[in-house]
């Protein structure tokens, strides 16, 4: 028989409480508590502020100066938001920028010099 013999130890527990716990209050705190805070409602970046097309320098002004401020609002709402919302943000500006200066912001064409 390879069987170890059968432990049967009496584990006795004694119920204590926490010293010092008479000493809490019996009555809810809620008297010293302010009032509860209010968290401002978000700033929503509207991307459809931003022109479809640039057709001069003013437009593209206009598009850099929306630009900015989209940018500011949701790099505004990452600071409150968790570590992946933030990201999330954080990589919607990167790729706003990217996007503005590529794709909708004409290149200047190069001045054609005839000798």
């Known amino acids: 028989n390879y069987l ?3 432990l049967d130890p009496q584990i006795r527990a004694v119920s204590q409480s926490y010293s010092g716990f008479d000493l809490m209050s019996k009555e809810l705190d809620d008297k010293f508590a302010g009032e509860n805070a209010q968290p401002p409602e978000p700033r929503l970046a ?3 502020e931003l022109k479809s097309k ?3 320098i003013q437009d593209a002004l206009d598009t850099i100066m929306t630009t900015k401020d989209l940018v500011r609002k949701l790099l505004n709402r990452a600071i409150d938001g ?3 919302s ?3 943000l ?3 500006a990167i790729s706003l920028i990217g996007e503005v200066f590529t794709k909708l912001i004409p ?3 190069p001045e054609i ?3």
């Open 82 to 84: 968790s570590t992946s």
């Open 54 to 56: 640039v057709r001069n």
């Open 113 to 115: 010099t005839v000798s």
């Open 4 to 6: 170890q013999p059968r």
């Open 107 to 109: 290149l200047p064409t």
């Open 46 to 48: 509207n991307m459809l």
């Open 90 to 92: 954080q990589m919607e």
């Open 86 to 88: 933030r990201l999330v």
